[in-house]
């Protein structure tokens, strides 16, 4: 696992007095969900976005793949989600940025407090039933096999990988694919690689990915006149 992959993000995001101002404005009384859409946050979510990248190494906190802010805005994710719990929806320690997939496959009402009768937001790893981006070395908790795909060692790492689908092969071809580029595999190993049956277990969709990354490599390489 790279250095770039395996962080814990050390310090959270520092609340402005222009980011207080604009939570007053979207929630004057008592918090709602649906606050954290209102425009008056924009800023806000544009400071978040340009402190947390480079502390997370411009990575997802979940998938540790490369968040490509020229093609898309990373999402601000609600570690426990704000459905659940509202009053923290505005704490930077309940705060990280992941890509859209792993946001979309977390979803707004799955689980993440070993106790969700909580109501303070805790700050102890003990407390999460995921991989926490503030709190926990992803390297003991997820290992990558084949630097590919995702495989929990421990109870933490499971349940991430289970909740943000980590095994979902859209993943493994934009790893593969990382790896290609950067000259570290080739389409021969990416293969040999999955004719392994315990690696097999940890893909959905085998047949699809092979069909997926084929194709990645021959559009890449016609990219650069690769013949």
């Known amino acids: 696992m790279k250095v770039t992959e395996d962080f814990v993000i050390d310090r959270p995001y520092e609340l402005t007095r222009q980011d207080l101002l604009a939570i007053e404005e ?21 400071r978040f976005r340009r402190d947390m990248l480079p502390k997370q190494n411009y990575r997802c906190a979940y998938c540790r793949l ?11 994710e609600h570690i426990v989600p704000k459905n659940l719990k509202p009053n923290w929806m505005y704490e930077p320690f309940n ?6 997939l792993c946001n979309t496959k977390k979803g ?18 003990r407390a999460y039933k ?46 593969a694919m990382e790896l290609i580029k950067q000259g570290v595999i080739d389409e021969t190993h990416t293969i040999l690689m999955m004719t392994d049956e315990n690696n097999q277990k940890l893909l959905d ?7 997926d990354i084929k194709n990645r490599i021959r559009v890449y390489n016609l990219n650069n006149g690769v013949e």
């Open 26 to 46: 979207a929630s004057p009384e008592e918090k709602d969900k649906d606050d954290w859409e209102k425009k008056c946050l924009n800023d806000f979510k544009g």
């Open 66 to 76: 490369e968040l490509h802010t020229n093609e898309v805005t990373p999402e601000i």
């Open 95 to 100: 705060l990280c940025l992941s890509c859209k």
């Open 108 to 125: 707004h009402r799955k689980k993440t407090l070993v106790d969700e009768s909580v109501e303070e937001l805790p700050h102890d790893a």
């Open 130 to 175: 995921m991989i926490h981006p503030h709190l926990d070395k992803y390297s003991e908790n997820i290992e990558f096999v084949g630097d590919i795909l995702y495989r929990g060692i421990s109870d933490k790492g499971k349940y991430t990988v289970s909740l943000c689908e980590l095994n979902r092969y859209e993943v493994a071809a934009a790893r």
């Open 205 to 211: 969709d085998l047949d699809v990915f092979l069909e």
